[in-house]
């Protein structure tokens, strides 16, 4: 397929997972791109259809096989303008979704079902994406406490 998007990296994945707690929570930001048409190996397998319509079969098939108690869906929007940012550089949609730890996004990423059923939809569906792991600042201790408070005192003045 020509123009793929990137591909998941398990190498990042793993050194992530190596330098987390095991139950620290992660968040995840996705950017996406959608395709005009979706694009697949072979063309005549598939009705044609909008990227973002094919991408919807990958939300579905997360939403089946992730426990809901596991995950949050944090915020899921249309991306309206870049304000800055590489030129001719686009998202269409952006999702953050937190997940109650990275183990519980590797179960997801490393499953069969994943990388037979699921995994192939992406590349169909999107021209372009980013996903990036962060982290909350912790709760614990003075400083981060005075951190948070001084956030919560900036969305609240406006």
Do not use: C, H, K
Not at 68 to 95: H, I, K
């Amino acid at each position: 397929m020509l123009n793929t998007p990137p591909d998941l990296r398990l190498d990042a994945l793993l050194t992530a997972a190596a330098a987390l707690p095991a139950e620290q929570p992660v968040v995840m930001l996705n950017l996406l791109r959608y395709r005009d048409q979706a694009a697949y190996d072979d063309p005549t397998t598939q009705p044609p259809r909008t990227g973002q319509q094919v991408y919807q079969a990958y939300i579905d098939a997360f939403l089946q096989f992730n426990d809901p108690a596991e995950f949050t869906l944090v915020l899921q929007g249309s991306a309206q303008a870049q304000l800055a940012g590489l030129p001719g550089e686009q998202w269409d949609a952006v999702a953050v979704v937190e997940y109650r730890n990275l183990g519980v996004f590797r179960r997801w990423v490393e499953s069969d079902f994943y990388t037979s059923q699921v995994a192939p939809i992406r590349p169909a569906a999107l021209a372009d994406w980013r996903l990036l792991l962060l982290t909350r600042p912790s709760t614990q201790g003075a400083a981060d406490t005075g951190y948070l408070r001084g956030l919560m005192a900036q969305e609240t003045s406006y």
